[in-house]
């Protein structure tokens, strides 16, 4: 629920800010307004201020990235409460050396992981992987399903994500079907799929495992995920 009186420059400050955030590439002012759909010149203002904080800077062409401030925030928010550090050694139980483990949060339409272990890897996680949409991954579907329809529908309402809500396995279809289960299975293509498992307690958080196995080794996985999201609740 939103405050009694929002305010608005913050709400649109933050968006430009988390629109930096996920962009492959510097963006432009104008650029931004347009995908934003707000007023230029304010536009223009609010990267300013961003750039004078330290929270975002341009390049040599003048367009507008993250700058260093973000990544001290992010470091701060992520390690100050220790929750990060205490995850690992919870889903280091989880790696088997076949399947990859991930941990992830819930932001609007994205799914941002905190935690991405690879088969490969041996340095204890990382956190190299890009936001991805939360309706094309096992940990977003399963996050999602926290949430109640009128709430997705209104999420994806004010994005221009063209993900289709409704009709023939359309998203609030797919996510019911989580609900169902109390866990996501997601057929991520080429064999790969992915379960996933949400933390209780509205910690917004997920934890699962991606790779190809079959359906038996299904239940035992959901059991031990289940188990790695009890700890990690505890842990929070």
Known sequence: MLPAQPNQSLIDGLACLHALAVSPTAVGSRELARMLDLEPTR???????????GLAEQDEKRKYRVGPAIHVLGVESLHTSGFIDRAVEVLKGLDDKRLTVAMGVLWQDLICYLYHQYPSNTDGGTIRHRPVPASTSGLGLVLMAQKSDDELRAQYAATRSGVHLEGRDGLLERVARVRRQGYALFDAGDGKRTVAIALEGG????VGVSGSFPDDDVPG????????AAQLAQAS
Do not use: M, Q
Request: cysteine-free; aromatic content about 0%.
């Open 43 to 53: 536009t223009n203002r609010l990267l300013k201020t961003l750039a004078h904080l």
């Open 221 to 228: 996985l959901v059991g031990e995920l289940r188990s790695a």
């Open 203 to 206: 910690h917004r958080v997920a």
